[in-house]
Nanobody, 128 residues
Framework: QVQLVESGGGLVQAGDSLRLSCAAS????????MGWFRQAPGKEREFVAA????????FYADSAKGRFTISRDNAKNTVYLQMNSLKPADTAVYYC?????????????????????WGQGTQVTVSS
């Protein structure tokens, strides 16, 4: 297993930026695909972005394309989500997740079932 801890959330205004971090312990992330998901009140958890183990491929939800960037620093065992031009619709709890199958890649958008370890989440609130 791998333990994941998110940080970097907060209250910002529309148009602002935030960078979320996901620090892992218990297992190296070097061979694992990582993802970010979010869940707004009363809604299902949804995919935001993912990055495969080598960082050579990334995946984004349509709502995140052009505004969010996922990246990873395997030396720090950390994954990031840079969020720019934030909108009130981005308000949610953001979760980091690890695909525990080494060297996973995806033919399309990965889903919740692809990820076996989850963090506790960090709240992002965007005011208008």
């Amino acid at each position: 297993q791998v333990q994941l801890v998110e940080s970097g959330g907060g209250l910002v205004q529309a148009g602002d930026s935030l960078r979320l971090s996901c620090a892992a312990s218990g297992r190296t992330l070097r061979r694992l695909a990582m993802g970010w998901f979010r869940q707004a009140p009363g809604k299902e958890r949804e995919f935001v972005a993912a990055i495969i183990w080598s960082a050579s491929r990334t995946f984004y939800a349509d709502s995140a394309k052009g505004r969010f960037t996922i990246s990873r620093d395997n030396a720090k065992n950390t994954v990031y989500l840079q969020m720019n031009s934030l909108k009130p619709a981005d308000t949610a709890v953001y979760y980091c997740a690890a695909d525990l199958r080494p060297f996973s890649d995806y033919s399309g958008t990965p889903g919740l079932a692809d990820f076996g370890s989850w963090g506790q989440g960090t709240q992002v609130t965007v005011s208008s």
